[in-house]
């Protein structure tokens, strides 16, 4: 949150220099305060897994924040009870009147499709178009962030030789960039996914800035010049075990998969993976709350 000092004080300047958000008597004057409106499109399998994540993220910072989870109507999910989308969720249909403040878009495991393929394209499609007009900012996570260069921008995913799978070091190349401020100049990330972004066209793209990439793992963190597209190609919101989990679940359907880089102590899967990712995560969804959707977003949409 900005602190909010006279205008004409010295140390103000210097602050401003520093990348300190401070805010001036005047504009804090002029500032209503009220809940944010965030929905979440939730395409995730295991939705409750994933709505757990993201609200402790969400939740971890002093603004009231009113949350709305979406499905889509035209894929039917069968790891969650019909029961819990109808109590808890809502569709497109019903929503896309309504203007909000942020938006979550979420990872999906269908990479291995083109996007033309999935079976809800064209529904994203219009959703995507539909936060062109309704959402202040969206946040983009993994094959999300991979649709949303696709349909934005033209950038279609590549497929990998093996999986990217595990917790990588990755390095920001423009740390003045508010959604990465407080952040390491290195910093790790859980990555899992079987496709990559071109790192040379999203840095000749001068729609995009790109805010960190791993030699390893490629390109992590994009934001687009007129900020309001954010997009995440891991998974920073993923609990300590959630690569374990999916681990053991392949392994258990047979499939042939290493063990996840950089994530067991000593890549030995029979000991409890750390958290080393925590610190960073909530910068950013804090971040991402305060300058991209608290400060942007007008106090009445009409």
């Known amino acids: 949150m ?60 002093p603004l009231q924040v009113n949350v ?28 896309k009147q309504r ?17 033309e393929k999935v079976n809800y394209w064209d529904e994203m499609t219009q959703i995507m178009e539909w936060t062109k007009t309704n959402v202040t900012s969206v946040l983009h996570i993994c094959w999300g962030a991979q649709a949303a260069l696709y349909y934005h921008y033209g950038i279609n995913k590549n497929e990998l030789s093996e999986k990217c799978f595990g917790v990588f070091d990755h390095r920001l190349s423009d740390p003045t960039v508010n959604l990465v401020r407080g952040f390491n100049d290195e910093f790790y990330a859980p990555v899992s996914r079987y496709t990559s972004v071109s790192y040379d066209k999203i840095k000749n ?12 793992a490629g390109v992590f963190l994009v934001i687009s010049n007129d900020e ?17 989990e999916e681990y053991n679940r392949d392994i258990n359907k047979g499939i042939a998969i290493d063990v996840p880089k950089n994530y067991f102590p000593h890549d030995d ?9 925590r610190s960073h995560t909530h910068l950013l969804f804090s971040n991402w ?12 949409w009409e």
């Open 68 to 95: 709305t989870f979406m499905h889509t109507a035209t894929h039917e999910s069968k790891n969650v009870s019909r029961t819990h989308l109808d109590t808890f969720y809502t569709s497109f249909e019903e929503v």
């Open 269 to 277: 899967p029979t000991k409890s993976p750390l958290n080393t990712w």
């Open 205 to 216: 793209d001068s729609r995009l800035n790109l805010l960190s990439y791993s030699d390893d």
């Open 2 to 61: 900005p602190i909010n000092v006279p205008k004409q004080l010295p140390a103000t300047k210097l602050l401003k220099e520093e990348k300190i958000f401070v805010m001036d008597e005047e504009r804090a004057g002029k500032q209503d305060i009220r809940p944010l409106n965030i929905i979440i499109l939730n395409l995730m399998p295991e939705k409750e897994k994933t709505e757990l994540q993201l609200l402790r993220l969400l939740g971890n910072t």
């Open 289 to 300: 709350l305060n300058y991209y959707v608290y400060q942007e977003t007008p106090y009445e």
């Open 228 to 244: 309001k597209n954010i997009m995440i190609t891991g998974h920073l919101e993923y609990d300590a075990t959630t690569l374990a």
């Open 99 to 115: 203007k909000y403040d942020g938006m979550i878009i979420t990872g999906a495991p269908i990479e291995h499709l083109q996007f």
